[in-house]
């Protein structure tokens, strides 16, 4: 009996062996060498089948980048693409850029501490105080994590932990992104993100850049604590209001005793030429949040940043001060590292400056652009390396002879031209270029900061001969690609 017992238990535990055999696994120079094809059956297996479907008609799918190196991916095949899509403001520093590429092989192989969650980390004090150094007027204690989202949800609950009622309810502007993990999703303007979740009720909805409509809800509700705005709406088209609104916000909300959280997650980091797009317009909110850029294109970096008052008043005591500490990888070493040697980057190479300067040549050719070609660009507006090319609805690029069948279809075709124009820059002229989720007729120019003229006469003598060649063969030319 005590035989067959053994021997059960011995067959048993080569059962649970055997189900930690080594699975099919692609090893990381498996990985390197999928061709476009692989990549794509991948994708759609595992990832979001409904994206590729987008991907596959921009014309992306075919793509495989190889490298990239500054202002330039190089694909499969060699072609070296032009990046003024920057992953929506992510790369201020370019691609690789070789200080951050050294700081980070340095602190490998130094055998360099990751995760010092137990014990202080150097490496995330230090960024800290460098994010405090480049924070104006009493923006001083930071929270570190990983995604803008993630920045946002902290800068949300230190405000409304400190903003002192009760019932605190926050408001927000009308075309917001502020992320897609549920606290600030509630906040995100989007019916497509919102989706059937079960959202957060505190929140009130009014018009960006429209300081009488937050007048009256303020002054109508004293249970209003906390005001979540981005500077500048990248998701809604790149969307900036007036000084004179800003000024109004800051001064109402002190009236009020109510904090303002000022989202730059996608406009901060020097991309409009001010560190904080806030700064162009003399004021300074209460609780602040970077991301993007901030892991200096290496590394997956965000932070909350508060002033000392706000930040005390919500986890200033021993009892509080776990309440939203650091996550296991907020401010992970090499991480902060990145961003630290990031931070030094953007100033030693002046990188601020140079999105002020080039991003004021851009505009201007934009402009030209917008008189040589009316029927097709609506609108440019931006600030810096921050900009929104707004196209006409596609039934007023057509003749007027046809406009009026066609603008029944405007609605429908929102984005058309925008994806057609964005797909063709693409293919014919090695151009990539972002897009917007609000209003699909904008293109969103948000190359690394350190874009030179060169390249913005590159983006726009290609723009300008695309568009010369007017609506039809633009129409025409993704059709033919669709077919190829």
């Given at each position: 009996m005590q035989n067959t017992a053994l021997r059960d238990d011995f067959v048993d535990s080569v059962a649970v062996a055997s189900d930690n055999r080594k699975p099919d696994l692609i090893t990381v120079e498996e990985a390197k060498a999928l061709d476009a094809g692989t990549m794509a059956?991948?994708?759609?297996?595992?990832?979001?089948?409904?994206?590729?479907?987008?991907?596959?008609?921009?014309?992306?799918?075919?793509?495989?980048?190889?490298?990239?190196?500054?202002?330039?991916?190089?694909?499969?095949?060699?072609?070296?693409?032009?990046?003024?899509?920057?992953?929506?403001?992510?790369?201020?520093?370019?691609?690789?850029?070789?200080?951050?590429?050294?700081?980070?092989?340095?602190?490998?192989?130094?055998?360099?501490?990751e995760i010092a969650i137990a014990f202080l980390s150097q490496y995330a004090t230090a960024l800290a105080k460098n994010l405090a150094a480049c924070s104006p007027g009493e923006l001083d204690m930071v929270f570190l994590g990983s995604s803008g989202s993630e920045a946002m949800e902290a800068a949300v609950k230190v405000a409304e932990r400190a903003s002192g009622r009760k019932n605190c309810k926050i408001v927000h502007a009308g075309n917001s992104f502020h992320g897609k993990t549920k606290g600030v999703l509630s906040i995100t303007d989007s019916d497509l993100y919102q989706g059937d979740f079960k959202l957060v009720e505190n929140r009130i909805k009014v018009p960006f850049g429209d300081l009488?409509?937050?007048?009256?809800?303020?002054?109508?509700?004293?249970?209003?604590?906390?005001?979540?705005?981005?500077?500048?709406?990248?998701?809604?088209?790149?969307?900036?209001?007036?000084?004179?609104?800003?000024?109004?916000?800051?001064?109402?909300?002190?009236?009020?005793?109510?904090?303002w959280v000022a989202d730059e997650v996608q406009?901060?980091?020097?991309?409009?030429?001010?560190?904080?797009?806030?700064?162009?317009?003399?004021?300074?909110?209460?609780?602040?949040?970077?991301?993007?850029?901030?892991?200096?294109?290496?590394?997956?970096?965000?932070?909350?940043?508060?002033?000392?008052?706000?930040?005390?008043?919500?986890?200033?005591?021993?009892?509080?001060?776990?309440?939203?500490?650091?996550?296991?990888?907020?401010?992970?070493?090499?991480?902060?590292?990145?961003?630290?040697?990031?931070?030094?980057?953007?100033?030693?190479?002046?990188l601020i400056e140079n999105a002020a300067h080039v991003g004021a040549h851009l505009i201007s050719r934009l402009k030209q652009l917008q008189q040589k070609h009316p029927k097709i660009i609506k609108d440019v507006?931006?600030?810096?390396?921050?900009?929104?090319?707004?196209?006409?609805?596609?039934?007023?690029?057509?003749?007027?002879?046809?406009r009026?069948?066609?603008?029944?279809?405007?609605?429908?075709?929102?984005?058309?031209?925008?994806?057609?124009?964005?797909?063709?820059?693409?293919?014919?002229?090695?151009?990539?270029?972002a897009f917007t989720e609000y209003n699909r007729n904008v293109i969103r120019l948000e190359p690394p900061l350190v874009c030179t003229i060169e390249n913005v006469d590159t983006f726009c003598d290609a723009l300008d001969d695309l568009l010369s060649k007017g609506i039809v063969s633009i129409v025409n030319g993704f059709i033919k690609s669709q077919a190829a």
């Amino acid at each position: 009996m005590q035989n067959t017992a053994l021997r059960d238990d011995f067959v048993d535990s080569v059962a649970v062996a055997s189900d930690n055999r080594k699975p099919d696994l692609i090893t990381v120079e498996e990985a390197k060498a999928l061709d476009a094809g692989t990549m794509a059956d991948l994708f759609k297996e595992h990832i979001n089948p409904g994206q590729f479907h987008f991907m596959k008609l921009l014309g992306f799918h075919k793509v495989k980048i190889e490298t990239a190196e500054g202002m330039y991916y190089v694909d499969q095949d060699g072609r070296k693409i032009l990046d003024f899509f920057g992953g929506f403001g992510s790369l201020a520093h370019g691609h690789n850029h070789p200080r951050v590429i050294a700081a980070r092989q340095r602190f490998q192989d130094e055998g360099r501490h990751e995760i010092a969650i137990a014990f202080l980390s150097q490496y995330a004090t230090a960024l800290a105080k460098n994010l405090a150094a480049c924070s104006p007027g009493e923006l001083d204690m930071v929270f570190l994590g990983s995604s803008g989202s993630e920045a946002m949800e902290a800068a949300v609950k230190v405000a409304e932990r400190a903003s002192g009622r009760k019932n605190c309810k926050i408001v927000h502007a009308g075309n917001s992104f502020h992320g897609k993990t549920k606290g600030v999703l509630s906040i995100t303007d989007s019916d497509l993100y919102q989706g059937d979740f079960k959202l957060v009720e505190n929140r009130i909805k009014v018009p960006f850049g429209d300081l009488d409509a937050l007048t009256r809800v303020i002054e109508a509700d004293p249970d209003i604590g906390v005001v979540v705005l981005e500077t500048i709406q990248g998701g809604g088209g790149i969307v900036s209001a007036s000084q004179s609104y800003w000024k109004g916000v800051r001064a109402l909300c002190d009236k009020h005793n109510v904090l303002w959280v000022a989202d730059e997650v996608q406009c901060g980091y020097g991309r409009t030429g001010r560190f904080y797009a806030f700064e162009h317009y003399g004021v300074v909110p209460d609780v602040t949040a970077l991301a993007k850029s901030l892991g200096a294109g290496k590394a997956a970096v965000g932070a909350m940043i508060a002033k000392r008052d706000v930040y005390m008043k919500a986890y200033g005591s021993p009892k509080t001060a776990m309440i939203h500490a650091q996550a296991t990888f907020g401010g992970i070493g090499e991480a902060s590292i990145t961003a630290i040697e990031g931070l030094n980057v953007l100033y030693d190479e002046d990188l601020i400056e140079n999105a002020a300067h080039v991003g004021a040549h851009l505009i201007s050719r934009l402009k030209q652009l917008q008189q040589k070609h009316p029927k097709i660009i609506k609108d440019v507006r931006g600030e810096g390396l921050m900009v929104g090319l707004e196209f006409q609805d596609f039934s007023k690029t057509m003749p007027v002879v046809l406009r009026p069948m066609l603008s029944l279809l405007d609605e429908k075709l929102k984005g058309s031209l925008s994806g057609f124009i964005g797909a063709q820059l693409l293919r014919d002229y090695d151009i990539l270029v972002a897009f917007t989720e609000y209003n699909r007729n904008v293109i969103r120019l948000e190359p690394p900061l350190v874009c030179t003229i060169e390249n913005v006469d590159t983006f726009c003598d290609a723009l300008d001969d695309l568009l010369s060649k007017g609506i039809v063969s633009i129409v025409n030319g993704f059709i033919k690609s669709q077919a190829a």
